[in-house]
């Protein structure tokens, strides 16, 4: 549904909003009028229908913000519930995956942080790790259970001195990708910055050389090839956020 960014006339979209409300009013008690104030914006008054979604959608990352829980955990599963193969899943064909030399790579550090100095593999795995196997839920409609292994989120921001009270994490990838997180999940104890994927480090196609896990978050929120991180208080948005994901996109 938030996707679709044309403009379209009320009429065309009536049959949906009807739809809509209907749907709103059984699960959330909400009608339309409720959702006039909600968002500010008015339906009947001619204001554009993606206007009213963007604002909802936003509206949205506020409540599921709200109700996330910091200590909740993602289910964790066993060596025996992997997926083999794992799928692989980009904006891209597998054929153009980025090609990275983890031997002059960096990740760089910005934004609200003390320590903006960068950081090689070596020194990424020089910090404590940890490992996990967990479920990848992608919003096309497919899932799967993987094994990766890394640095701690939190030990890291803790590490490089970050604003801990800041409210995004964004991050910058290799081919063009970006996305970002809010503070509470990125502190969760089970995102992890990916160096191993399995028992060896991350293949190209899974997001050599550093991928954030996230098994609080859908997919799209779990950028590959990061090439450089940064703390903020301004929404840095992402690549499929800013096309009409809902941005907070909690699994
Ligand atoms: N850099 C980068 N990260 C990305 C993507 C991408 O296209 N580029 N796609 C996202 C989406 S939609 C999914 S489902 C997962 C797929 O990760 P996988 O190839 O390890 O299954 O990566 C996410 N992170
Ligand atoms: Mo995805």
Redesign the pocket.
């Known amino acids: 549904m938030f996707r679709q960014r044309k403009r379209v006339k009320l009429a065309e979209i009536e049959p949906d909003l009807i739809r809509l409300e209907r749907r709103l009013f059984l699960k959330n008690g909400l009608s339309l009028g409720a959702l006039t104030m909600l968002t500010g914006c008015d339906l009947t008054d001619g204001d554009a229908v993606d206007k009213v979604l963007w604002a909802l959608s936003r509206w949205n990352d506020k409540v599921q913000a709200a109700l996330f829980d910091p200590t909740k955990l993602a289910p964790v599963y066993t060596e025996a519930d992997i997926t083999k193969p ?7 064909d597998v054929d153009d995956v980025p090609e990275i030399d983890g031997n002059d790579w960096k990740l760089e550090v910005s934004g609200l942080v003390e320590d903006k100095s960068p950081w090689p593999l070596a020194r990424l795995r020089g910090l404590p790790q940890a490992s996990q196997i967990t479920r ?1 839920i ?3 409609g497919w899932s ?1 259970i ?1 094994q990766w292994s890394g640095v701690p989120f939190r030990a890291f921001l803790e590490q490089v001195g970050a604003d801990l009270k800041a409210k995004y994490v964004g991050f910058k ?3 063009r ?1 970006y ?1 970002s997180l809010d503070m509470a999940t990125a502190l969760h104890p089970q995102t992890i910055l990916a160096l191993d ?1 399995g028992k060896d480090p991350l293949p190209p ?3 050599f050389p550093l ?1 954030l896990r996230v098994p609080t978050k ?9 090439g450089a991180l940064f703390v903020t208080n301004d929404n840095p948005g992402g ?2 956020e800013d096309q009409g994901y809902n941005w907070y996109s909690g699994s």
């Open positions: 794992f799928p692989f899943n980009a904006f891209y990848h992608c919003i096309e799967a993987g990838c290799a081919d990708y996305s994927y196609e899974y997001g991928k859908l997919g799209f929120k779990n950028p590959k090839h990061i690549y499929w």
